[in-house]
């Protein structure tokens, strides 16, 4: 009870602390003890927010003192800048799952098959075909040539690529699958070259206007390159006799180059054309596994090639090298390795997927696989071993090889070429390799017998020189 009476008496006193007032009545206003304070650390999002705020120096230095202590002016002021220009990337696995199928879209995009600007591997033949071609134009001398070599050689990109250098005007290109009748070549060739002009109806006149055309000596020089010849000499090989031996006449204003794969489609098909008016020929050689890996190679970016093993383009190289040494094949190869790739979700194309591409693709080795050198090496093998030279050394092999080639009216390789087709048969179980005891030089030796061997000749003309 007391204890009320003096509660009661002290609040009439004091008031309540909540409800203390000040003199004139009024409840008492608390401010901020730190309001003012100048080691006030006021936020950089709160410095100046209201313009009517005016800080002193004092309490500009005491912030930049308190949040950044440590931490040097100029530094400040760098990251300052890095922070703004420079967004914070974050990578989902959906973005990283698109950026991954673009580049390896991007790479199937870069291994098709169209006509790069520069083939390597082929600067010798393009010089070669251009120097002819430019010499003939600079006489203003009719002539023509026969270009042969396996698919997939660049034969056909090679001249494409000389013509488009050359930048000449009259120039005309027929790739003769699209001729469904050898006669109508006349007809096209006339159009072609000139769209103004007459055509007769009949074909003895067209081919006497185009002759007549083709030897007009106030006429430009002209160029006909004929793709895929092989094709028409199946249809009508009196049209490509008659192409030919015009190139070579004495007015002729026309310069011929035909393209085929057969080495000896001249001697098939136009065996009876003089000495005079025969085709200079050049033949293409089958890319060897270093060639057809730096073509790959050079169609692809540095970011590209990352998603690509090193060995998965080698390997694909010697397997496409030992089969036929076409760097079409070789494209085709790893574009399906790259899709089975990203259909496997890995990071890279590894062999396994060029290995499987490669299986499926190439079960059967048929003759007409083997290239032209591989053919050239188990003739040179088989004609050893019926010397009773079974088994040789380099030197022997690379002896006899030249004599093979020379028989055979075919360009000569260099040693480093033959060896390289050397490693090719060791890999692809066509020539076996050994070491004799005591010996520093190995041997090597055919992996078959000779009947085996033997049906791995496709062309009859090296066939012959088994006989």
Known sequence: MEGDVLGG???????????????????????????????????????????????????????????????????????????????????????ARKSHDEIFGKIKAALNLECPDKILGRETE???????????LKKEEGKSMYVSGQPGTGKSATIN??????????????????????????????????????????????????????????????????????????????????????????????????IANGLDLLDRVLPNLSRRNHPKQYNFIPYTATQIADLVKDRLTPEMLTKLEPSSILMCAKRISALAGDARKALDVLRGAVELAGRDRAPKVTIMHVNNVLNKTYTDRSTEDVPLQ???????????????????????????????????????????????????????????????????????SLSMDEETAARKIAKKSLIALLS
Request: proline share 5%; charged share 30%.
């Open 126 to 136: 393009f010089e070669a075909i251009s120097g002819f071609i430019s010499g003939c």
């Open 374 to 444: 591989q053919q050239l090496v188990i003739i040179t093998f088989i004609l050893l071993a019926r010397e009773d030279k079974a088994q040789n050394t380099m030197t022997v092999l690379l002896k006899k090889y030249k004599t093979v080639s020379e028989k055979a009216k075919l360009p000569k390789a260099e040693d480093s070429e033959i060896k390289d087709v050397m490693d090719l048969m060791i890999q692809s179980a066509l020539v076996s390799k050994y070491q004799p005891t005591g010996r520093k030089l190995p041997k090597y």
């Open 9 to 95: 008496v002290l609040a009439d006193i004091w008031g309540s602390p909540k409800k203390r007032k000040s003199p004139d009545g009024t409840p008492v206003k608390y401010k901020s003890p730190k309001l003012g304070s100048p080691r006030t650390p006021l936020s950089p999002s709160k410095i100046n927010i209201d313009n009517n705020r005016l800080l002193t120096e004092a309490q500009r230095k005491t912030v930049k003192r308190n949040l950044f202590d440590d931490v040097p002016v100029k530094k400040i002021t760098a990251l300052k800048i890095a922070a703004k220009n420079e967004k914070l990337k974050i990578v989902t696995p959906r973005k």
């Open 161 to 258: 690529n000389v013509i488009k250098e050359l930048n000449y005007e009259h120039t005309v290109f027929i790739n003769c699958m699209a001729v469904e009748k050898a006669e109508q070549i006349y007809t096209s060739l006339l159009d072609k070259f000139n769209s103004k002009i007459a055509i007769p109806k009949t074909l003895r006149w067209q081919k006497k206007k185009f002759h007549d055309f083709a030897s007009d000596h106030s006429k430009p020089m002209k160029l006909l390159v004929l793709d895929e010849m092989d094709q028409l000499s199946s249809k009508s090989e009196t049209v490509l006799y008659d192409l030919f031996d015009l190139a070579g006449s004495k007015d002729s204003r026309l310069i011929v180059i035909g």
